[in-house]
Structures are given as structure tokens and as C-alpha cells.
């Protein structure tokens, strides 16, 4: 497994903007996808983005256009830049990486970060 670390949350005003960080205990290139995903109390986590070794990046809905996430091989990290965030953004946010070794599949998750979007 691989161990992540995520940072950047907080507080922040609607319309704000904050960028999350996750960074990895392993070269990234080795990750065949990392993920942002989010969840609020009484609800299930659900995905916010995704950033596959290869191929395009995936959002949710509620956050295209006003989320990006990027992938930084230098410095084994994963990026969550939020832009014009609203209240329905404040949640924990979780990384995730997933890596394949053959026919196995193994996630492993951050310990999480709190955003709150409130005036």
C-alpha cells in the first residue's frame, strides 16, 4: 500500500478558492489512478475527480469548470485546485490511490481534510 497525506483545507468564503495537496509515499507513476473524493456526515463518499496515469481527467457534475486536479510526478503529488466554491463543496475530502499489480487491484486512502465554505 501506499501512504498519503492530504493538506490545504480550511475555511473559506463562497466563491473562494482553496487547492488541496496529497502527497504520495511512492513514485505516482506507479499509481494507475489517484482520485478526490468527498463526504459529508450521514452521506456516502463520493468522487470529485480523478486523474488516471493515462488518459483524461474525470469530474463530477456538480464541479466541472470550477475544479481541477493534476498529477505532479516530481513531487509525488496530487492537486485539487477549487475555484467559486458554494457551501454544498464544504465536506471531508479524501485522496485515493489506486494501484494494479496484475490481476489485483489495491486502494488506499488518506486520512482526509476538512473544507468548510461558509460566510
Known amino acids: 500500500q501506499v501512504q498519503l497525506v492530504e493538506s490545504g483545507g480550511g475555511l473559506v468564503q463562497p466563491g473562494g478558492s482553496l487547492r488541496l495537496s496529497c502527497a504520495a509515499s511512492t513514485n505516482i507513476f506507479r499509481i494507475e489512478v489517484m482520485a478526490w473524493y468527498r463526504q459529508t456526515p450521514g452521506k456516502q463518499r463520493e468522487l470529485v475527480a480523478a486523474?488516471?496515469?493515462?488518459?483524461?481527467?474525470i469530474y463530477a457534475d456538480s464541479v466541472k469548470g470550477r475544479f481541477t486536479t493534476s498529477r505532479d510526478p516530481a513531487k509525488n503529488t496530487l492537486y485539487l485546485q477549487m475555484n467559486s466554491l458554494k457551501p454544498e463543496d464544504t465536506a471531508v475530502y479524501y485522496c485515493k490511490a489506486e494501484m494494479v499489480a496484475g490481476t489485483t487491484t489495491t486502494n488506499s486512502w488518506g486520512q482526509g481534510t476538512q473544507v468548510t465554505v461558509s460566510s
Open positions: 486523474a488516471p496515469r493515462v488518459g483524461s481527467r
